[in-house]
């Protein structure tokens, strides 16, 4: 079975850092689109920070720019959310997902149709 396991959230103080982690199981990140999404009370479901295995180039919203950094190691079939210097308006629930890539036209990787795998979520809240 095709899963993502993600770990790594909690209750951190402005300014602090926490890193997610995503395990994928049942397939391996070659040939897949990666990202992080957030979804805040509310609000819609966003892309966070995503990275194309065409050819490399990644997203970063523009409120994390800077701040957060997204990356994989292929061995362990993990992708990462390291996130620094976290605001109380960081605080949602952050989805790991990970989409198929034909190679077919051009790619979103910033748009949830994408991704066809997407982890259980895991609550990040940031105090002031």
């Known amino acids: 079975d095709v899963q993502l396991q993600a770990s790594g959230g909690g209750l951190v103080q402005a300014g602090g850092s926490l890193k997610l982690s995503c395990e994928a199981s049942g397939f391996t990140f070659e040939g897949h689109t990666i990202g992080w999404f957030r979804q805040a009370p509310g609000k819609e479901r966003e892309a966070v920070a995503c990275i194309s295995d065409r050819d490399s180039s990644t997203y970063y919203a523009d409120s994390v720019k800077g701040r957060f950094s997204i990356s994989s190691d292929n061995n362990k079939n993990t992708m990462y959310l390291q996130m620094n210097s976290l605001k109380p308006e960081d605080t949602a629930i952050y989805y790991c997902?990970?989409?198929?890539?034909?190679?077919?036209?051009?790619?979103?990787?910033?748009?949830?149709?994408?991704?066809?795998?997407w982890g259980q979520g895991t609550q990040v809240t940031v105090s002031s």
């Open positions: 997902a990970a989409g198929r890539d034909y190679g077919l036209g051009s790619l979103e990787i910033d748009q949830t149709y994408e991704y066809d795998f």
